[in-house]
């Protein structure tokens, strides 16, 4: 079993609709969570950090944590072509040991 | 604004050169990290660094060692570098503490070994 998991996709969805990505994890005693954006042949770029249960939303992102369902998911709202790009989940496990799952590729269909 | 920077955004090297990558960050931040990024297998850690001269293996060190002189710049050495080390490498950094602080990633850079 992967450690993070996330569904490769693609994902589409519509111009302006809700995206929703998830991650699962392995390890019940991680205790930070991210999300990073990353276009094409560029590097990841932090969008979200949640530690609690519950959600945190900033603009238009809204990361959710289940740390009893081990999940964590990000919701986009009023998708943009913009937002077009891979996704990835990041875990902390122990200590210094962020994984980071393969990336859920998303497609927003102007 | 955190920034890293990483010496070269492409670099092609020959099998057996010595290949150095350098990264440099300019926010104080203790944690600093080495990944390599290949499609499929996401990112894997290679090397990180949590003080000066400080090192710890990652999950696949081999074929690679690193240096830390200085608090801000943290080295990734290709010994004798091979074809299957054509990658994407990207540094990271991060603020240390009780909570696992968020990393912040320079651009990268794309390694092609002939």
């Known amino acids: 079993q992967k450690e993070v998991e996330q569904n490769s996709g693609p994902l589409s969805v519509p111009e302006g609709a809700i995206a929703s990505l998830n991650c699962t994890y392995s390890d019940r005693g991680s205790q930070s969570f991210f999300w990073y954006r990353q276009y094409s042949g560029k590097s990841p770029e932090l969008i979200m950090s949640?530690?609690?249960?519950g959600d945190k939303e900033d603009g238009r992102f809204t990361a959710q944590l289940n740390k009893a369902s081990q999940y964590v998911s990000l919701l986009i709202r009023d998708s943009q072509p913009s937002d077009s790009a891979t996704y990835l989940c990041?875990?902390?496990?122990?200590?210094?040991?962020?994984?980071f799952g393969t990336g859920t590729r998303l497609k927003v269909l102007a | 604004d955190v920034k890293v920077t990483q010496s070269s955004r492409y670099l092609v090297k020959r099998t057996g050169e010595k290949v150095f990558l350098e990264c440099v960050q300019d926010?104080?931040?203790?944690?600093m990290f080495w990944y390599r990024q290949d499609p499929g297998l996401g990112l894997r850690l290679i090397y990180f660094?949590?003080?000066?001269?400080?090192?710890e293996k990652g999950d696949i060190p081999e074929g690679y060692s690193v240096s830390r002189e200085k608090k801000e710049r943290f080295s990734l050495i290709l010994e004798s570098a091979s074809t299957n080390q054509t990658s994407m490498y990207l540094c990271?950094?991060?603020?240390?503490?009780?909570?696992?602080?968020?990393?912040?990633f320079g651009p990268g850079t794309r390694l092609t070994v002939t």
């Open positions: 990271a950094s991060s603020l240390s503490g009780g909570a696992f602080p968020e990393q912040y």
């Open positions: 949640i530690y609690s249960n």
């Open positions: 926010m104080d931040h203790e944690n």
């Open positions: 990041a875990v902390v496990s122990g200590t210094y040991k962020y994984i």
């Open positions: 660094s949590y003080d000066v001269k400080m090192k």
